[in-house]
């Protein structure tokens, strides 16, 4: 992109905290970015104002008083009073989940909580703005949900009789020393993992925590990009390469300390092949 990309960081409000955007401004200027900080206490008008007059590429607003719900839209409604309507306005701070539809409904493109990191705001604001940016999918949908047990003879009764779902067939994993029962439901599968050796993962994990669902698999079109991306904006991984997996398929594992202790797996299926 030719020219650098303009951001207006905004303190909607009575809100007289401005450290976090403060912080924010200095992170999107090391990312090449140009930054207009208006300061303390603006009006919606005034924001809207700003923006135009500084012919900016996007709104970012920042807000800890809890008045966003109020504050955002109104911010969005006077740059649509001016024909500045195509200005995307992006928002952070302490928002409350509950509260995120609402302000997505009402027009902001994207709500960052506090525990966003700066690199995943810049590179969105560089992939929204500037449309050679090479975008790295979302996850296509779950894929499976692994689930340890002891004997896949001994589990399989209740998924195949009691729920009266469909194995598909069972595969031995060499490398992760593991045998994997595929059971189909709707679009998706259960995965029960049988440890086939005492170093296998699924023998550790069941050793220590019992059996029970030990990850959950997000299929992916690009997994080197996704790595490549998680990679850049800080994300552990407990497999920085992708690796064979069951049914041919590429694999990664994304560490527990950043999933909120859930262990994640993504997989990439060759074209052809399903999960």
């Known amino acids: 992109m030719g020219k650098k990309i303009r951001v207006l960081v905004a303190k909607p409000g009575l809100d007289g905290h401005d450290r976090g955007a403060l912080v924010i ?26 923006a135009i007059q500084e012919d900016v590429d996007v709104v970012g607003l920042s807000s800890l008083s809890g008045a966003h719900k109020t504050l955002f839209p109104k911010v969005i409604e006077e740059l649509e009073k001016r024909g500045a309507g195509d200005i995307p306005v992006v928002g952070g701070g302490v928002i409350p989940s509950e509260d995120i539809p609402f302000l997505l409904e009402k027009g902001v493109k994207r709500v960052f909580t506090s525990g966003s990191s700066t690199e995943v705001l810049a590179n969105y604001i560089q992939e929204l703005i500037d449309p ?23 589990g399989m009764s209740f998924y195949t009789d009691s729920l009266g779902l469909q194995l598909e067939g069972v595969e031995e994993v060499e490398s992760e020393g593991v045998k994997v029962a595929f059971i189909k439901i709707g679009d998706t599968r259960f995965e029960l993992l049988e440890p086939l ?11 220590k925590k019992g059996e029970g669902i030990h990850h959950i698999a997000l299929e992916v079109d690009d997994i080197q990009a996704r790595l490549q991306q998680l990679k850049d904006i ?21 560490h527990p300390n950043a999933t909120g202790k859930v262990l994640f797996e993504l997989c990439q299926y060759p074209k052809g092949g399903e999960a």
């Open 234 to 254: 800080g994300v552990p991984l407990i497999n920085e390469e992708a690796k064979l997996g069951a049914h041919n398929s590429q694999v990664s594992f994304i």
């Open 25 to 50: 401004s200095q992170a999107l200027r090391d990312h090449g970015m140009e930054v207009i900080y208006t300061g303390l206490r603006q009006s919606p008008l005034q924001i809207a104002q700003a």
């Open 197 to 207: 050796t005492e170093e296998s993962p699924i023998r550790k994990f069941i050793d």
């Open 132 to 154: 050679q940016t090479e975008q790295v999918p979302p996850p296509k949908k779950i894929a499976h949900i692994g689930i340890a047990v002891n004997s896949i003879d001994q």
